[in-house]
């Protein structure tokens, strides 16, 4: 017998003994006008209240089925395989305390890469035009299918590795299919990209390539923590399939490809010293300087309290402080000397909001990362507190963008 089984059991004797139980007074046998109630009608309050209390909460377990219990719920856990497994996770889901506050900035509009938001109907139609693309690769470059699914093959388990490992229920053919559609698509976005798409043999008016099509939505999906695809799987890829004029890299390519969207200045010919994770961390290396996007924490000692508050603009200036554009290509190179706080020109339009919510969602999640962009973030949100202070930096050009108005900025 189970242990509700025996619980079911239990309160029903107790019912079955208090209702045979004499009350003190006398009953009259019901007539038959009268409609006899069930026992319980006739248990005392007392009894009533207690056997309520008991149906609302179950009576305590005896120790040795609460230490059954346990270990069921224990035997649901997977095993622990070692630290080394959590170690290679880069790609994760967004935190919930993250998600809720900007859930759109979080989630993909257009395209699904990787595994967390595949299957989804939204994303039907951008999968046919994967698979118009792979045979528009194939064709070009005359290789057989067979050659790049061996590829994707021998990097499935070092691709699965690199997601929670609780966010991948995809058996091993729908998983390298999937590798070589997403990659094969966003390779031919790099391409085009660089030599233009009657180049690539690819009409004016294609619905992903146009200046009218899908892309400014696509380059925005593509740099989402959630929509990420391990760079070495596209390194691979780009092995098979290029041809020997080209020379760059996919980092390279993939810097001119978002060149139109990333905050700060110009980063195309940005070099990149250390190999990426993938986009997302990509274009966190090309905004940070060299001795900053390393993925080793350095500590740094302090020799005072450090400060907690950022003050805005306005009392800055009240204060005597005056403000300026620097000319440096990396936008967390800040300085403050003489009095004078020099400060990188931020370019932000419409993406540039979910590029930063992303790129701080992957300092948090990622364990060998600093927060520099956070600590970004931070500083500028404590200068800007009014449209008056978006007004004064957009005079001095530290800020530039096409937003509309000095509110949205604030925001």
Same mark, same amino acid.
């Given at each position: 017998m189970t242990i509700p089984e *025996? &619980? #079911?059991w239990k309160k029903k004797i107790k019912y079955a003994f208090l209702a045979s139980k004499p009350s003190g007074r006398r009953r009259s046998p019901p007539n038959q006008h009268q409609i006899e109630l069930p026992n319980r009608y006739y248990l /005392?309050? &007392? /009894?009533r209240e207690r056997l309520e209390e008991e149906d609302d909460f179950d009576s305590p377990l005896s120790k040795a089925d609460w230490v059954i219990t346990i270990k069921e719920k224990l035997g649901h856990v997977p095993q622990n395989r070692g630290s080394s497994a959590w170690l290679n996770h880069c790609i #994760? &889901? +967004?935190p919930r305390s993250l998600r809720e506050i900007e859930l759109k900035a979080y989630t993909p509009q257009v395209v699904c890469i990787g595994p967390y938001h595949r299957g989804k109907a939204c994303f039907q139609d951008m999968e046919n035009h994967k698979w118009r693309l792979l045979r528009h690769l194939l064709e070009r470059t005359g290789q057989k299918l067979e050659l790049y699914l061996e590829a994707m093959a021998e990097l499935e388990e070092q691709a699965r590795s690199a997601y929670a490992k609780q966010s991948i229920e995809i058996i091993s053919q729908e998983f390298i299919e999937m590798m070589l559609l997403d990659a094969c698509f966003i390779l031919e976005l790099l391409r085009v990209s660089v030599k233009g798409f009657i !180049?690539?043999? !690819?009409s004016w008016g294609d619905p992903i390539f146009s200046s009218r099509g899908a892309l400014p939505c696509i380059q925005r999906d593509l740099l989402m923590l959630e929509n990420q695809l391990?760079? #070495? +799987?596209l390194d691979r890829l780009f092995a098979l399939s290029c041809e020997p004029e080209e020379t760059e890299s996919v980092s390279q390519l993939a810097l001119q490809f978002f060149d139109s969207i990333i905050p700060g200045c110009k980063t195309a010919t940005f070099n990149l010293d250390e190999p990426g994770l993938h986009f997302l961390h990509v274009i966190r290396q090309s905004l940070l300087p060299a001795s900053? !996007? *390393?993925l080793g924490c350095i500590t740094i000692k302090q020799n005072h309290q450090p400060q907690l508050m950022m003050h805005c603009v306005t009392m800055l200036r009240s204060a005597g402080v005056r403000f300026q554009k620097t000319n440096s290509s990396n936008f967390t190179d800040i300085e403050f000397k003489n009095g004078v706080l020099s400060i990188p020109r931020l370019v932000i339009h419409d993406s540039t909001k979910s590029i930063f919510l992303n790129l701080m969602a992957f300092e948090q999640c990622y364990p060998h990362c600093c927060n520099h962009v956070t600590s970004y973030i931070s500083f500028m949100d404590g200068l800007i507190n009014c449209p008056r202070d978006v007004g004064y930096l957009r005079h001095h050009k530290i800020i530039d963008h096409g937003l509309g108005s000095e509110e949205e900025i604030c925001r």
């Open positions: *025996t &619980r #079911f /005392s309050q &007392r /009894s #994760f &889901r +967004v !180049y690539c043999g !690819y391990p760079l #070495f +799987v900053k !996007y *390393t």
